[in-house]
Nanobody, 122 residues
Framework: QAQLVESGGGLVQPGGSLRLSCAAS????????MGWFRQAPGKDREFVAA???????THYSRSVRGRFTISRDNVNAVSLQMNSLKAEDTAVYYC????????????????WGQGTQVTVSS
């Protein structure tokens, strides 16, 4: 059974950096777009970034563009480098994979990880 596992979350001060990783298992994820979403307390889950298979096209939400970088490390792994972190970046971050190409809609992703907590605080 396909599974996604995130790692790399933690507590960081404002202005700091973190790198999240997501490892997929239980099959090959070639052809899948892989993305990151996040959910803060009391808020809906929101799109953060995604990268397609093949051309490796990337897309970012406006709130993280220029600060976060998504990369496809291999067919079954994706990472998210987060720089210049702000308090409003505090959330549980989820890795997701789907076959519908580049999309920012969570319902169009087929597989999800359990999430990793990122807390930005002094």
């Amino acid at each position: 059974q396909a599974q996604l596992v995130e790692s790399g979350g933690g507590l960081v001060q404002p202005g700091g950096s973190l790198r999240l990783s997501c490892a997929a298992s239980g099959g090959t994820f070639s052809g899948y777009t892989m993305g990151w979403f996040r959910q803060a307390p009391g808020k809906d889950r929101e799109f953060v970034a995604a990268v397609t298979w093949g051309r490796g096209t990337t897309h970012y939400s406006r709130s993280v563009r220029g600060r976060f970088t998504i990369s496809r490390d291999n067919v079954n792994a994706v990472s998210l480098q987060m720089n210049s972190l702000k308090a409003e970046d505090t959330a549980v971050y989820y890795c997701a994979a789907g076959v519908r190409g580049m999309t920012t809609f969570s319902y169009e992703y087929d597989y999800w990880g359990q999430g990793t907590q990122v807390t930005v605080s002094s």
